[in-house]
């Protein structure tokens, strides 16, 4: 595997973007469709929905230890988990 982080300076290039998406559909312990990688001028930025903040966490955690050298943003947000509370009504 080649180190597409070694050379680089500016902001990660497109390989380490599909890498980081790769992670987070291919990896067991992530496994999350939902969650888009984006570049933007000094690093990425992960977004989409997961159902807890937890959930949330654990995929930053994974992400940046798996790579260290990427600024890795967050914006995901976290879902409603629960059931709804109110009964919604069709016109």
Do not use: K
């Not at 973007?17 to 790769?22: C, F």
């Not at 067991?28 to 966490?57: M, N």
């Not at 947000?77 to 629960?82: P, Y």
């Amino acid at each position: 595997m080649t180190d597409h982080l070694s050379a680089a300076t500016g902001p990660p290039d497109e390989y380490v973007e599909a890498e980081i998406q790769r992670l987070l559909t291919e990896d067991p312990d992530i496994a999350e469709q939902g969650i888009t990688v984006a570049r933007r001028e000094h690093g990425l930025v992960l977004s989409g929905e997961v159902e807890s903040e937890h959930r949330c966490d654990e995929i930053m955690r994974r992400v940046t230890e798996r790579f260290p050298d990427v600024p890795v943003t967050s914006d995901i947000g976290v879902i409603r988990a629960q059931a709804p509370t109110e009964v919604e009504e069709l016109p």
